[in-house]
């Protein structure tokens, strides 16, 4: 095989894979955006279920005076 043909071998295999790696990040992307999502839904729920028996917004939820 010939230092070109390899070379050009090389270069197909390492753009297959930086394409299977692009597709696996924007995969990824999308998960951790919807994760988040329910994450901070819960969070609100939890603090509206708190506020409705009687508790506090809790203290890291809650903004700074100078707000």
Do not use: C, N, Y
Not at 17 to 25: A, K
Not at 31 to 52: C, D, G, N, P, S
Request: cysteine-free.
């Amino acid at each position: 095989m010939t230092d070109q043909a390899r070379l050009e071998e090389q270069i197909a295999f390492l753009t297959r894979t930086v394409d299977e790696l692009s597709d696996v990040v924007a995969r990824q992307d999308g998960e951790i955006a919807a994760l988040t999502r329910r994450v901070e839904m819960l969070m609100t729920r939890e603090a509206e279920r708190e506020l409705a028996e009687g508790g506090t917004v809790p203290l890291a939820d809650q903004k700074p005076p100078h707000w």
